[in-house]
């Protein structure tokens, strides 16, 4: 019987190991099949068994196409079923993934973010009226805010006016115009995460307790 025990160093590799050895078992029987048909109707029962596994996943788009995937990946390219899908190839699996395009932006202004300048482009985009007023005034209290965060010192209405005629190509002017933009005070101060009110009323329930009887 010692004899007999097997360890998993010494088991074949799982290609898949979430799906277990049984699976894999499953996997390499039906590539030794050699009949067709049932070799067939063993990888169908494989699908439904791989199914059963992931009964989370089954109402995501392309599940079945998923799993006759990893079942030809599982039996490593080896498995000569007919799928309702087609066949994936070694090439594609381990094919070296492609250079990923990194953004490269170098804006004048770093503190304020690659987020406003994309902001005010949707912003030169709209119609004018009122929605586009509103959203150039969001975007300039943010892009002042943004400058407190960087600076932590105050600043006058007129540079974040300035920066935004420069940053929208002249398109957004607000230097000659009226608006008032937050004070500072208000766009850097931060909500207490407890009231004082809460702990308070906390206090006096204990002491109103004090006098009761307990049973």
Known sequence: MIEAIEYNTERPHLIIPEY???IQK???????????????KQAKSIIAVMGNLNPHLRDVPDFQHKLWDQLFIISDFKLDV?????KPTPEE?????GPLAYPQNHPKYRFYGNNIKRMID?????EDGDKKDGLILTI???MKKCFLNWNKDTVEDDVIFNHLFELSGGKINLKNSDEDLRDAQKLM???KRFSSNNSGGKKNQKNNNRGRKRY
Do not use: C, F
């Open 140 to 142: 300039a209290n943010h």
């Open 93 to 97: 699996l381990y094919a070296p993934p």
């Open 122 to 126: 949707v912003a030169n985009s709209w």
């Open 189 to 191: 101060k931060t909500k």
């Open 20 to 22: 277990g050895r049984h």
């Open 82 to 86: 007919d799928s309702p899908y087609e």
């Open 26 to 40: 499953m996997v390499d029987q039906a590539v030794a099949e050699e009949d067709p048909e049932k070799r067939n």
